[in-house]
């Protein structure tokens, strides 16, 4: 008595396993269509369909070859899958996380915002203010040398030089030597006017569009942002912007408009920091801690314009780059590693493990009975 198990698949686990794979492909079908929508393939709306439709049909196909026993169709199979995988996660992405992945750049950004603000103290009380005091101290230098030198000699030059370089800073035409030469005695009081004309307009705040003014101005927008209302239960506008966006749970894909809306504040927010920190950091500015002068540095933002992304990054929220980006950085995060997961199990885990399942293997070639003792067509 033959005693072999006949390998054959009941031809019913066949059907469910073929409906299995479909419904994964379809899900796939799907979801990369959106994954693409953004670039308009074809120059059309919809154009992310037809693309999404020919990788599906080549799915569909290498995966039938595939089961037939086609080994090499497996490898097309696999291909296809890998555009798939790539797609589909720039769909469930931006989709599930949107919201959280907002409040947490939310989050970075007011960090950013409130530690530039908390730098204020440095820059009123020993900024301007020893400026002010160093140009008072070249002027007097460069007038002490004119009359000791009864001219305009090397040492009132250097004076000049360090004089110019601090009202720089403040958008102020430099004060330049003329003709003067070292026997010519009006020197003193032709630079004296000079020098005192610009040392009343920084006192004035009268200081032309340098960056001091920028600084300044920018500060004064973001500390409005922030600055307290007087009636204790309402919010400043910044913080406003803050709470809305950490206490609304709608996703882009659920409220698109009003999450658009949000980040369109943050924008405006951002760039009002980066002008005022980039203008703060090209200033210079000193203050002595512990004994040592130490320099103010503020926070930028978007360190390059020219970068691939960004703040707020949520700008580009379902674009490639974006998705990868932030995939990248939040590796340690369960709900990456959970689209990670359900991606793979859709375009991979599903597809081959039914593969494996209902196969044609080598020797196969004709349909035999399944039974569990003889083997009738031996």
Same mark, same amino acid.
């Not at 379809?26 to 999404?52: C, E, W």
């Not at 996380?97 to 440095?122: C, G, V």
């Not at 007038?143 to 001219?151: A, F, N, P, T």
């Not at 200033?283 to 801690?289: A, F, P, R």
């Given at each position: 008595?033959?005693?072999?198990?006949?390998?054959q698949i009941?031809?019913?686990?066949?059907?469910?396993?073929?409906?299995?794979?479909?419904f994964?492909?379809?899900?796939?079908?799907?979801?990369?269509?959106?994954g693409?929508s953004?670039?308009q393939?074809l120059g059309l709306k919809?154009?992310?369909?037809?693309?999404?439709?020919l990788i599906?049909?080549?799915?569909?196909?290498?995966?039938?070859?595939?089961?037939?026993?086609?080994k090499?169709?497996?490898?097309?199979?696999i291909v296809?899958?890998?555009?798939?995988?790539?797609?589909n996660?720039?769909?469930?992405?931006?989709?599930?996380?949107?919201?959280?992945?907002?409040q947490?750049?939310?989050a970075?950004i007011r960090d950013?915002?409130?530690?530039?603000?908390?730098q204020?103290?440095? @820059?009123? !009380?020993?900024?301007?203010?020893?400026?002010? =005091?160093? &140009?008072?101290r070249?002027r007097?230098?460069?007038?002490? $040398? %004119?009359v000791?030198?009864?001219?305009?000699?090397a040492?009132?030059?250097?004076?000049?030089?360090s004089?110019?370089?601090?009202?720089?800073?403040?958008?102020?035409g430099?004060i330049?030597?003329?003709?003067?030469?070292?026997k010519n005695?009006s020197?003193a009081?032709h630079?004296?006017?000079?020098?005192?004309?610009?040392i009343?307009?920084?006192?004035?705040?009268?200081?032309?569009i340098?960056?001091?003014?920028?600084?300044t101005?920018?500060?004064?927008q @973001?500390? !409005?942002?922030?600055?307290?209302?007087?009636? =204790?239960k &309402?919010?400043?506008?910044?913080?406003?912007i803050?709470k $809305? %966006?950490?206490?609304?749970?709608?996703?882009?894909?659920?409220?698109p408009?009003?999450?658009?809306?949000s980040?369109?504040?943050l924008?405006?927010?951002?760039?009002l920091?980066?002008?005022?920190?980039?203008?703060v950091?090209?200033?210079?500015?000193t203050y002595?801690?512990n004994?040592k002068n130490?320099l103010?540095?503020?926070?930028?933002l978007?360190?390059?314009?020219?970068a691939?992304?960004?703040?707020?990054?949520?700008?580009?929220m379902?674009?490639?780059?974006?998705t990868m980006?932030?995939v990248g950085?939040?590796?340690g995060?369960?709900?990456?590693?959970?689209?990670?997961?359900?991606?793979?199990?859709?375009?991979?885990?599903?597809?081959?493990g039914?593969?494996?399942?209902?196969?044609k293997?080598d020797?196969?070639d004709?349909?035999?009975?399944?039974?569990?003792g003889?083997?009738?067509?031996?």
């Amino acid at each position: 008595m033959n005693n072999k198990k006949s390998t054959q698949i009941p031809r019913y686990l066949v059907i469910i396993g073929w409906l299995v794979s479909l419904f994964a492909f379809s899900l796939g079908f799907y979801h990369t269509a959106d994954g693409v929508s953004y670039l308009q393939p074809l120059g059309l709306k919809y154009g992310g369909f037809i693309l999404s439709g020919l990788i599906s049909l080549m799915l569909v196909l290498s995966y039938a070859r595939a089961v037939s026993g086609v080994k090499i169709a497996l490898v097309f199979y696999i291909v296809c899958a890998l555009f798939n995988f790539i797609f589909n996660l720039n769909s469930f992405y931006p989709n599930m996380n949107s919201r959280k992945l907002l409040q947490e750049e939310a989050a970075q950004i007011r960090d950013t915002i409130q530690h530039n603000l908390s730098q204020y103290p440095k @820059l009123v !009380k020993l900024g301007s203010s020893l400026d002010l =005091e160093d &140009l008072k101290r070249h002027r007097k230098d460069c007038l002490d $040398e %004119i009359v000791k030198s009864q001219g305009f000699g090397a040492s009132a030059k250097l004076a000049l030089k360090s004089f110019n370089d601090i009202s720089a800073k403040y958008g102020i035409g430099e004060i330049r030597e003329g003709s003067f030469d070292l026997k010519n005695k009006s020197a003193a009081q032709h630079f004296d006017e000079l020098m005192s004309s610009v040392i009343a307009q920084l006192e004035t705040g009268v200081t032309g569009i340098g960056n001091a003014l920028t600084a300044t101005k920018s500060m004064a927008q @973001l500390q !409005k942002m922030f600055e307290k209302p007087k009636d =204790e239960k &309402l919010l400043s506008p910044g913080d406003s912007i803050f709470k $809305e %966006i950490s206490d609304n749970r709608a996703t882009k894909k659920e409220n698109p408009k009003a999450f658009d809306i949000s980040v369109k504040k943050l924008e405006d927010l951002v760039k009002l920091n980066d002008e005022m920190a980039n203008a703060v950091n090209e200033l210079k500015i000193t203050y002595n801690e512990n004994g040592k002068n130490e320099l103010v540095q503020m926070r930028v933002l978007n360190k390059d314009n020219k970068a691939e992304l960004l703040f707020p990054k949520s700008k580009e929220m379902g674009k490639f780059n974006h998705t990868m980006d932030s995939v990248g950085k939040r590796m340690g995060k369960l709900d990456t590693w959970g689209i990670l997961i359900l991606v793979l199990f859709i375009d991979f885990i599903v597809p081959l493990g039914i593969y494996m399942l209902i196969r044609k293997k080598d020797g196969e070639d004709k349909p035999k009975k399944v039974s569990f003792g003889r083997d009738f067509n031996s």
